[in-house]
């Protein structure tokens, strides 16, 4: 459940696992303090190797989130897999609203930038970089650069 090989948690990580959740956690990885990873219940959290979580972070996980390797996440940044289902509803309370259950992925030798939030059914692609202070909710193709809000394609990796 929790393979730590050669992973640094800093101090004042917290991790909340929920009934029938898991955490896969490959090596090599550091996840700095005062962060929050939340996995609720019948949802998969899986971060590969090589990954880098800057301090203050934030990661809720409704559904699955998958990050990739050699994947660096700057500080403050939030990643939200699910939402509200029927927030437009205004007979159904805030309270009352089921969350939906989404995929988001991180693939491989991406950089998501500090005050970053990801958020819904998003695919980060591989070798992306997402400015600081970005929203993200479309998908980001390989070698994209994206920043802004909401975030829109300003440029490539060559």
Known sequence: MFPFKKNRLSR??????????NFSLGSNNSILGFGNIIIEENSLLLIKNKVYIGF????RCSGKIEIGNNVHIGQFVSLLSGHYENYRDRN??????????????????????????????????KGAIVGAGSIVTKNVLDYEIVAGNPAKKIGERI
């Not at 203050?56 to 990661?59: V, W, Y």
């Not at 609203?97 to 695919?123: F, H, M, R």
């Open 12 to 21: 004042n990580v917290k991790i909340y696992t929920y009934c029938n959740s």
């Open 56 to 59: 203050f972070s934030n990661i």
């Open 92 to 125: 159904i309370t805030i309270g009352d609203q089921k969350i939906q259950k989404n995929v988001l992925v991180i693939k491989d030798d991406s950089w998501i930038g500090a005050n970053v939030t990801i958020i819904g059914n998003v695919t980060i692609g």
